[in-house]
């Protein structure tokens, strides 16, 4: 399974470079999300984009209806992030949010990979043994 960040929806909907890598991500199937970077996407569509959170809905509605998932924060997935939170958040040098942790938590390490822009994300994701596509940031320029 392909496990998107937030950011993924939101390069997706508001036309960014890594909307063309994240709709052929879709397209072979097996991507998910975590409830929590679903509401995050749709907040920061409305907030910085404009794209009302109906819109972003309807949008991710005619995805679900294929072989994307939006799977829940369980009760497993909140404790293993705040795990992923507890052993990496370090103020200066690895300012990871609780979404952050969450995408961490809901790609299991050795099956699944997540698909973001992130350093932070991608450095934490090599140290649980879980394998990134890194997307483009909305420059078009790919973490390194």
Not at 13 to 34: F, H, I, K, N, Q
Request: contains cysteine.
């Amino acid at each position: 399974m392909i496990v998107l960040d937030a950011y993924a929806m939101i390069a997706l909907m508001a036309d960014e470079p890594a909307g063309v890598t994240v709709a052929e991500l879709l397209g072979r199937g097996d991507c998910a999300m975590s409830a929590l970077n679903v509401a995050e996407a749709a907040d920061v569509l409305q907030r910085s984009r404009g794209i009302q959170v109906s819109d972003t809905r309807s949008a991710v509605n005619t995805l679900t209806n294929g072989s994307f998932k939006i799977l829940d924060v369980d009760e497993h997935r909140a404790w293993r992030a705040a795990d992923v939170r507890a052993a990496h958040y370090r103020r200066r040098d690895s300012e990871i949010s609780m979404a952050d942790c969450v995408l961490l938590a809901t790609a299991k390490p050795g099956v699944d990979s997540i698909a973001t822009p992130d350093p932070p994300v991608i450095r934490i994701a090599a140290d649980l043994g879980i394998a990134v596509i890194a997307l483009p940031d909305s420059t078009g320029r790919k973490p390194t």
